[in-house]
Nanobody, 125 residues
Framework: VQLQASGGGLVQAGGSLRVSCLASGDTLRNYNMGWFRQAPGTEREFVAAINWNGIRTWYGDSVKGRFTISRDNAKNTVNLQMNSLKAEDAAVYYC???????????????????WGQGTQVTVSS
């Protein structure tokens, strides 16, 4: 699976942005998808994940209530809608996939085998 993230950019604090991930090479139907982020000098952080059919979603504590993950298996895409952005949300955002046809639980970061190249999100205060 190859993943291509897009949609990053510069946004003012309090604004919204949507980043997207397009997959190729295989259907996303059997994959748990996740978004992670990494700011300079920090470890990669879990942001959100969604199971194969979109019924189950998980969020990091810092983004709950502000971010929404969704997927469209027919289009092989996963989106992350980010609202009420804060300065601390600025980072490179990565989408990732792990093969998980059962899709019943949140997978740890080290189980995500496929990663996109990242898209930069900058938040100005």
């Amino acid at each position: 699976v190859q993943l291509q993230a897009s949609g990053g950019g510069l946004v003012q604090a309090g604004g919204s942005l949507r980043v997207s991930c397009l997959a190729s090479g295989d259907t996303l139907r059997n994959y748990n998808m996740g978004w992670f982020r990494q700011a300079p000098g920090t470890e990669r952080e879990f942001v959100a994940a969604i199971n194969w059919n979109g019924i189950r979603t998980w969020y990091g504590d810092s983004v709950k209530g502000r971010f929404t993950i969704s997927r469209d298996n027919a289009k092989n895409t996963v989106n992350l809608q980010m609202n009420s952005l804060k300065a601390e949300d600025a980072a490179v955002y990565y989408c990732a996939a792990t093969y998980d046809p059962s899709g019943g639980r949140l997978r740890p970061i080290d189980e995500y085998k496929y990663w996109g190249q990242g898209t930069q999100v900058t938040v100005s205060s």
